[in-house]
């Protein structure tokens, strides 16, 4: 028997992606490319400030480096398939990432502020019971390239608080799809470049990253990040919440909200709180028993508290409460003395609301909202 040829490849080699690059590792390649560290910071500017992806374009850069880092390099952001405008400004971009998967992301132009909504995985592994997400399984982890390249594809559009502008980007919250800190190492890269001053420069508390509880990964960003932290407890005991999120079961609620707080206390910056998102099923969780229960569990920990009325979606029975159980909800915990706010819910019509999100575009969608878009995770407005 002949043993089979060896296989040759001839295909061009892979550029590196710089986009997503932490800053440390970007001066390392210069160096390796015969730079001085500082080109790093240079590129970062044309990168991030500029949103420039050709380095044709990055006019003081000499053109014979122009054409080296065109060789062996290359500024990718992920496809945008689809966008969708509102009247009201609100965006949604449908991004396709290598491999054939896609995800969402969304941005909210409110009053004074601007939030982007970005995803962090393709699919969900959790299956939270009341989340569309997680409805289709786990497909992949985004690259850091990609989770910031949202970023890149929102700030072409919409620009960056300091460049001015009523509509830039004042904040970013990791609410899209996935569960950021089951994509540990490419979601702090990220979020880096989010706050670093020489990337998008954007504050600390306004970069928030949102879990559903994944403690030990919790507790290892404490003292790794300085991103503001909310919280998906959705129930106010142990035997409610595993029904709703089999996270629980691993991680409950006492070690969860310890947690946070060692999160909170590894922080430099006293005065900062917890964002603890309750979403608001009719008959499940919005007793106003459960409000109690929530109050009575909750004091002493610093937070503050993000109803979240459900959206539903198509494989779920659950429904949303009416708006007097979100008041009831909210008054008892308003009364217990919690800063409290209900989320508005923006466009669940064309299923971009928060859970609501699976990375594709339904035929409801391509029917009826060409120019309406949504909010998956809409800020703290009291409705
Ligand atoms: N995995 C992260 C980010 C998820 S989405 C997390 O669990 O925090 C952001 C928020 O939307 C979470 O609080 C999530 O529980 C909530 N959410 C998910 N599905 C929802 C739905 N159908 N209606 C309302 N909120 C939902």
């Known amino acids: 028997m002949s043993s089979a040829p060896p296989i040759v490849s001839d295909a061009v080699p892979a550029r590196v992606n710089l986009l997503g690059m932490p800053r440390a590792r970007l001066e390392e390649f210069m160096v390796a ?15 991030y400030h500029q949103g420039v992806d050709d380095f044709a374009r990055m006019t003081d850069i000499g053109r014979a480096l122009r054409e080296r880092l065109a060789a062996c390099a290359e500024v990718r952001p992920p496809a945008v398939a689809e966008e969708h405008v509102s009247a009201d400004g609100t965006r949604k971009w449908l991004i396709r990432v290598d491999g054939g998967g896609s995800v969402e992301t969304v941005f909210i132009p409110e009053q004074g502020r601007g939030t982007l909504c970005v995803s962090s995985q393709v699919g969900c592994a959790l299956d939270c019971s009341f989340c569309s997400t997680g409805k289709q399984g786990f497909q992949r982890d985004l690259s850091a390239a990609e989770i910031i390249g949202q970023v890149w594809i929102a700030a072409r559009t919409f620009g960056l608080p300091k460049r001015g502008g009523q509509r830039s980007i004042t904040n970013v919250v990791l609410m899209g799809m996935g569960e950021p800190l089951l994509n540990f190492d490419n979601v702090v890269a990220a979020m880096d470049l989010m706050m670093d001053d020489f ?11 949102s879990t559903a509880g994944v403690v030990p990964a919790l507790d290892r960003l404490a003292g790794l990040s300085e991103a503001s932290l909310a919280i998906s407890l959705h129930a106010p005991n142990d ?19 310890d947690s946070a707080r060692r999160y909170m206390d590894a922080q ?56 007097n159980a979100v008041s009831r909800f909210w008054n008892v915990l308003n009364d217990a003395g919690y800063r409290v706010t209900v989320r508005t819910t923006r466009g669940d019509d064309i299923d971009a609301a928060c859970g609501q999100l699976v990375g ?12 309406r878009a949504a909010a998956p995770c809409s800020p703290e407005a009291r409705t």
Request: aromatic letters at 8%; charged letters at 30%; a positive charge.
């Open 33 to 47: 490319l015969g730079e001085k560290p500082w080109r790093a910071q240079q590129l970062f500017k044309w990168i």
């Open 199 to 209: 990337a998008y420069g954007i504050s600390k508390r306004r970069v928030t990253l």
């Open 239 to 257: 035997a409610l919440r595993d029904r709703l999120m089999p996270v629980n079961r691993r991680y409950p609620i006492r070690a969860l909200l």
């Open 268 to 323: 430099t910056d006293v005065k900062r709180v917890v964002t603890v998102e309750y979403t608001l099923i009719k008959d499940l969780n919005d007793s106003v028993a459960l409000a109690h229960e929530l109050a009575a569990l909750l004091r002493g920990f610093p937070c503050k508290i993000n109803l979240i009325p459900f959206n539903p979606f198509p494989q779920s029975s659950y429904e949303r409460p009416s708006r």
């Open 360 to 371: 594709r575009v339904s035929d409801r969608t391509r029917r009826s909202a060409r120019h």
